[in-house]
């Protein structure tokens, strides 16, 4: 496969805030990978900084073998770089299908293919986006950044705060694009036992510094560094505790 991002010795924040120190990383065309670490280790600071929504300090971002620093931010969308935040940012007063079709790009990704993924928006295409659940908005926001037809799709927690049936059918949804190679996904999420099982390769960031950096697979047996890192063990128990 061709190589499709790759970042050297990335330093980036916001205002004079150090976030990412040192951060290196490298995913190719149709890869997917992981982005682990614990709440304010920079995973966030890390999309933002691609997308050109933070203070690059340092480093070398590639994109293509293009430097990607100098691409102003409004142009990255353009280059192939999808991106749903946290926060989703959908348009509460347009129609779902008006949010989708908004930003749409020519691709191979369009109303019918998207349609086929997310049948829930198709039995919903006529509602504000103000009216969806907050697992539907976050279904209408990777319907849009697909709609964009991008070559890496960034998700930023988008399990978080939802309802356990929302969790399992946006990880079948993942599951299924990374599966098909067709786009390159990175994931941002704290649940590492969600994500390692459907994802290439993992990073884990903490405190800004990459302190793990290879194969998901490798990791997810690593259960003494997974507890160190993320506190996967008091994770489940947790969990197990609220049912």
């Known amino acids: 496969m061709a190589e499709l991002l790759k970042l050297d010795e990335v330093w980036a924040g916001y205002g004079n805030a150090v976030v990412l120190e040192g951060v290196s990383l490298q995913l190719e065309e149709g890869d997917s990978m992981a982005l ?3 709440n304010g ?7 933002s900084t691609l997308m050109g929504a933070n203070r690059f300090i340092r480093g070398d971002m590639r994109w293509r073998g293009t430097d990607l620093a100098v691409v102003p931010s409004h142009r990255r969308a353009a280059l192939g770089l999808g991106w749903v935040p946290q926060e989703r940012d959908i348009f509460p007063s347009l129609t779902v299908e008006e949010n989708i079709t908004v930003v ?8 019918k293919k998207l349609y086929a ?3 829930r928006l198709e039995e919903r295409k006529a509602n504000m986006g103000n009216q969806l659940s907050g697992g539907e908005q976050q279904m209408l926001a990777m319907a849009r950044a ?3 037809n991008p070559s890496l799709l960034l998700l930023d927690e988008p399990l978080e705060g939802l309802a356990p049936l929302i969790v399992q059918e946006l990880l079948r949804i993942i599951s299924q694009m990374v599966r098909s190679g067709d786009i390159a996904v990175i994931l941002v999420e704290q649940h590492a036992h969600q994500i390692l099982p459907i994802t290439r390769q993992a990073v884990v960031l903490e405190r800004g510094k990459t302190v793990y950096n290879g194969a998901s697979d490798v990791l997810r047996a690593d259960k003494a560094r997974l507890d160190q890192w993320l506190g996967v063990g008091s994770q489940h128990s947790n969990e197990s505790n609220h049912g």
């Open 36 to 38: 682990l670490g614990r």
């Open 41 to 47: 280790m920079g995973k966030s600071t890390l999309l």
């Open 104 to 111: 749409a790009r020519p691709g191979p990704w369009d109303l």
């Open 117 to 119: 993924m997310f049948p």
């Open 146 to 148: 697909l709609m964009l």
